[in-house]
T-cell receptor
């Protein structure tokens, strides 16, 4: 089955700096890669996603890049703000193949003032 | 649109007791998922329903866990009897169909003493 590794497990940045979280996946057939943000006491919330036919996607301060050859994808947050502090999870899935999301282990992002 | 609803939000029980969780997915979503999230880890899929049929329950500990979605809308997840290692957040998610983005509810935090 799919295996997703995520790094780093914790990340501390100063407000205004950029943050980058990286994930690798094992199943080359995976074709959909969502990123979720989970705040304390809440369920994961989708913040951005990318499909395997696209190399990069951007939504305001958030961007995701995908390298299919290397089987890795990354989340980039620019101009970080205190409200970006949360746990971020990457995930990989083969849509249509049961739609079973495999999550990474999470990155605790702390944006310091 | 209303999100995925779950209840209760918190539950504390003694080991060997029974517990049930309820989930109401986003209206019109055919696919419903139950995940277990142990502290410090990413969510792990327990069971996936397509309407009222089970698509994947390969990681559901069937000796103690059961789930149903009788009318293809609401779902319940039951644990009987509970063990200490069942302490976790139980997340429900739904998607329009098996190909679409999954949206998560707030979760039920279970503590087994």
């Amino acid at each position: 089955g799919e295996n997703v590794e995520q790094h780093p497990s914790t990340l501390s940045v100063q407000e205004g700096d950029s943050a980058v979280i990286k994930c690798t996946y094992s199943d080359s057939a995976s074709n959909y890669f969502p990123w979720y943000k989970q705040e304390l006491g809440k369920g994961p919330q989708l913040i951005i996603d990318i499909r395997s036919n696209v190399g990069e996607k951007k939504d305001q301060r958030i961007a995701v890049t995908l390298n299919k050859t290397a089987k890795h994808f990354s989340l980039h947050i620019t101009e970080t703000q205190p409200e970006d502090s949360a746990v971020y999870f990457c995930a990989a899935i083969l849509t249509g193949g049961g739609n079973k999301l495999t999550f990474g282990t999470g990155t605790q992002l702390k944006v310091e003032l | 649109e209303a999100g995925v609803a779950q209840s209760p939000r918190y539950k504390i029980i003694e080991k060997r007791q029974s517990v049930a969780f309820w989930c109401n997915p986003i209206s019109g979503h055919a696919t419903l998922y139950w995940y277990q999230q142990i502290l410090g880890q990413g969510p792990k899929l327990l069971i996936q329903f397509q309407n009222n049929g089970v698509v994947d329950d390969s990681q559901l500990p069937k000796d103690r866990f059961s789930a149903e979605r009788l009318k293809g809308v609401d779902s319940t997840l039951k644990i009987q009897p509970a063990k200490l290692e069942d302490s976790a957040v139980y997340l429900c998610a739904s998607s329009l169909d098996g190909w679409d983005t999954q949206y998560f509810g707030p979760g039920t935090r279970l503590t087994v003493l």
